[in-house]
């Protein structure tokens, strides 16, 4: 095993700096934006003890995005976390994450941060109970239905439910691309270690303004 | 988000002495033990430039996890990667990761390490493709079967397919433990940050020391 | 192949005449109760052309499974059908079952039977999209971490819901118990059908009165 | 309920001669052909209790079929069932279908019946343990990879593990057709049975030469 006195963010950086060794996925026939997790538990870092913020833009940033889908017809998805029965319907999940036992279905801590653009006509909004949004949902078939090759993602944490969502997309046949300043966490290590183990081992980890630049080649409906 | 001038392993080590925060799951009625991918390719650091070693004795350790759940009844599973038609069945993963190119069904890189001790007669052997042993294997079905309802796991990568393979066990309603010497990757900083995350998120990070003794507590055949 | 000029009823009765052939599965250490679809669109049969009614006192006979489980501290599980978007998140199923487009979520071809008797702090709910009670939802790891071994299943159709539960069932390593009485469909031959197909290869098919008896043997909580 | 004296084949017959209700799927972008279970237990009527015959020209029309795939460069996958540990990792099921107890990896049983023309460089050989070829198997994201969106079903048995495919498939937002006599069953009543649900509820049910000719409109290689 490889030692180093770096730190993640530092080791991210040079992976970064190298190109991510030249090994991408790029964007495929058809891609679609998955949002995830981005309720108020989450994004109000001012109200409730469980939210970050990494990028002060990421909402302003992801609203551009799902525009952008949503002005080409391609599907934009957005996923929060909720239990009907907390402690009976959480599994063991919650003894980790004790924060799930208070987001019930129906509450502020699960409803999607108001500061979104989110078109309730068109985009499809998707409750999930684990980390992957694709762990038992529908995600998985409506993206075939709609035959999605390729999934932008977003939201948080970076650590959780963003990368065991890019890890469940890429053993799917997706191509996962992150839109780096869409994505947050609560510490900068888990942060930048996931964004550097994604980028090596999973998904293209992009600044928004090369995913709008791919999406801007996709044709306007 | 928090920032830090911490490597990840030294933010791992402040986690461990303060007793991971106090929040463990515990082992269940029925452990399992889950060795990921403990094959050539990963484990033969001198022969294949995949491989890598982080605790010397990790194999050693691993076949005296495997007696003591064998000694009890308690299931014990193999898995490792390999590909009838690298590069048709390997999905997009492959351009990431090259290497899956090269070990196909039957080759010394995916043949599980001779060092392992495998009971042919007991233990179940699991071909896998992606980073999960449970995505798209019959790991799932088999350790329902066996009413098991605890995974002890082992094998590498630790922030590849072992943490995959977590994320999925605790999703679907399992326990999942980490046995810290057993598992391995290729560089400190995704090993050490996944360990973090791991044991702040979803699993019980233990010695095996500690593992052998919760095991020695189930009935011996 | 077998030829025979006798009626899907017939064929079940004989093979019901004969006890199955003795291959039984039994119950488990820990049932759970899973009702699947008893939604207004599928028991209302004077009010939507999809509805059908197969025994009158199906309802009523679920309403007593479901007070034995809950006597005992066992799960019962009632799924309905509904989607967000008819037409976008149906999948190619709607061509095929036009009355999907109009079981929209939160109307009441979606809300569950009012003569059902469900308990809202103790039962669980759960909305599905496609036939399988399993498919893409969490009934998966809401059993696994109840530990449950058998799932007793009741509602419709026999030969579309119901049998896909049942089929996804045994392939997760759980034992299917069809209560006979409580399933129902819109004819005759595929009823009997699929009572005959399950009996034969995936579960036991067991009069109500059978049910109660074994769910009597668990301990009263 | 509908009551009938009609057998199952004689409904189906009947739905046939409706043009099945005019509500086909159709082919989309890309089909592959999923050969279900075509091995030696299944096929060898003379040699195994468990095989069955419907059409002697099955085998044959089956090449036929792989044949035309294979020209367009349309994936061919061929599944088959084997257990490693028969009783240890067959879970329920073969408490109802013993003879999958004598279906060990690598026996004869589990052999694909060498009347097949298989291209072992081309086509997909997958192993299975439960009904569907979805189930706990890499089908899913082979399919995904190679983008396709409709799956040519044949094999057996039709109202097992053919049927639990096509059940699957829906659900997983693909488009199930049945090549009618290429489909077999061990008695004519689930056999017909199983025909008229898959018609009525999941799939296009349509004769080998239709098929052919719509496979004959995408572009050979």
């Known amino acids: 095993m490889e030692t180093s006195s770096k730190t993640a963010r530092q080791l991210f ?12 996925l790029g964007f495929g026939a058809r891609p679609a934006l998955l949002n995830i997790d981005l309720q108020n538990c989450y994004t109000r870092a001012g109200e409730f003890s469980s939210a970050y913020e990494t990028d002060p833009a990421q909402l302003e940033q992801t609203n551009r995005l799902a525009a952008a889908f949503r002005a080409r017809g391609l599907p934009v998805v957005w996923t929060y976390i909720a239990y009907s029965h907390p402690g009976r319907d959480t599994g ?21 941060d108001e500061r979104l ?13 684990m980390a992957s949004a694709f762990h038992e949902t529908h995600v998985g078939s409506l993206l075939a239905h709609h035959k999605v090759d390729t ?64 999406i801007g080649r996709y044709p306007v409906l």
Chains 1, 2, 3, 4 share one sequence.
């Open 13 to 24: 950086q040079e992976l970064k700096d190298r190109n991510y060794g030249g090994r991408q």
């Open 151 to 214: 999934v932008v993602v977003t939201g948080g944490s970076t650590s959780g439910c963003v990368r065991a969502t890019v890890v469940d997309a890429v053993s799917r046949g997706l191509r996962p691309i992150v839109a780096e300043e869409c994505v947050a966490d609560r510490h900068e290590s888990p942060h930048f270690g996931s964004l550097y183990d994604m980028a090596q081992k999973y998904a293209d980890v992009l600044p928004v303004r090369e995913v709008l630049a791919s």
């Open 117 to 129: 653009h989110i078109d309730l006509a068109q985009d499809f909004i998707v409750q999930k109970r």
């Open 92 to 112: 063991v999940w919650s003894v980790k994450v004790t924060s799930l036992l208070e987001t019930a279905t129906g509450s502020r801590r699960a409803a999607l």
